[in-house]
Each structure stands twice: as structure tokens, then as C-alpha cells.
């Protein structure tokens, strides 16, 4: 067995460790031969391909049942309102929050619930729209997304009523 496979085996089984998990039901009828494979294995008597042997029938007879990295991923989420009334300038509808603070990696959604049509623009420190994150115009009950991956601050307004303005943090 080469150097690189001596190191590279440890570390493929200590991410399977972190991955796995044993059905208990079926640990009970783990047959002795399996048994005695990772001891030898342990003491340098089998083989690596009798151990990884040994692996793949705990994996095909569901002893070791690995999980999909898709059901490890979860997507974190954040919502900004665009309350009824919004669109008034004298209104105190202003978005809900009115600075929402994230974690790096959350989606954000605003939803609209006003009686008129909105969007998101986003700005730069000046003011000025940048073409990072802009809805489409929203009509009542329409959503928009938008994943914020760096660290800073973001600003954003509604064109179409300029004096409402938020802004999303990102930690």
C-alpha cells in the first residue's frame, strides 16, 4: 500500500464516521465475519480491499445507511413585508422590517401585501440603482428572492415610490 493511500484512507473513514448513521435494527445481525474484518483490519491482518469488502455489504444491506448531502443543506430564509398602505406618502407603512440582519447564505423574500404595485432596487452607498438584486414590478401577493452570500450592508428602495427605502444587513 503507497504512502498516499496509507494517509488518504484514514481521512475518506473519518468523513464517512461524520456521515452515516447505523440502523440499529439490522446492527444486531451484523454477521461475525464482518465483525472480525474491522478488528483484523485494526491489527494490519486483512487486506484495505477486504475492509472496504466489509464496508460496501454494511452499505448494500442497509447497516450503514448513508445520507444525501441534499438533505443536510438547509436553506435559510428571511422575509421582508411590504404592508397595505405602503405606496401613501404620508403612510407609516414602511417595510417590515425596516432593516432586517441576516446571516451570510439566507434568502430573503419580500412579499408584497400592498393594494399597488411595487419593486426592489437595489442601491449603492450614493443612492444610485445597481444592477445587483431588482424585482420585477410586484402586484399584490407577488414575492421576490434573493440570496445574500457577502457580508455588508444593502440598501434598496421602490422606484416607484422613492421615499420608501430598507435595507438588509448581513452578518
Not at 494490519?44 to 448513508?66: A, C
Not at 435559510?76 to 401613501?88: K, L, R, V
Request: charge should be negative; hydrophobic fraction near 40%; aromatic fraction near 12%.
Amino acid at each position: 500500500m503507497g504512502q498516499l493511500q496509507k494517509i488518504i484512507l484514514p481521512i475518506v473513514f473519518s468523513i464517512l464516521l461524520v456521515s452515516f448513521s447505523v440502523n440499529f435494527a439490522s446492527a444486531q445481525s451484523v454477521p461475525e465475519w464482518v465483525k472480525n474484518t474491522a478488528l483484523w483490519y485494526g491489527e494490519g491482518v486483512v487486506s484495505e480491499q477486504e475492509f472496504l469488502n466489509m464496508i460496501k455489504f454494511l452499505i448494500e444491506n442497509n447497516v450503514i445507511v448513508i445520507e444525501s448531502a441534499e438533505t443536510e443543506l438547509t436553506k435559510i430564509q428571511a422575509s421582508i413585508t411590504i404592508p397595505n398602505g405602503n405606496s401613501d406618502v404620508s403612510s407609516i407603512g414602511f417595510y417590515l422590517p425596516l432593516n432586517l440582519e441576516i446571516s451570510s447564505g439566507t434568502t430573503v423574500t419580500w412579499v408584497n401585501d400592498d393594494s399597488v404595485l411595487h419593486n426592489i432596487q437595489s442601491l449603492d452607498k450614493l443612492g444610485n440603482v445597481i444592477d445587483w438584486f431588482n424585482s420585477p414590478p410586484l402586484n399584490t401577493g407577488d414575492k421576490f428572492e434573493f440570496t445574500f452570500d457577502e457580508p455588508g450592508v444593502y440598501n434598496y428602495y421602490c422606484s416607484f415610490h422613492p421615499w420608501r427605502v430598507g435595507s438588509v444587513t448581513v452578518k
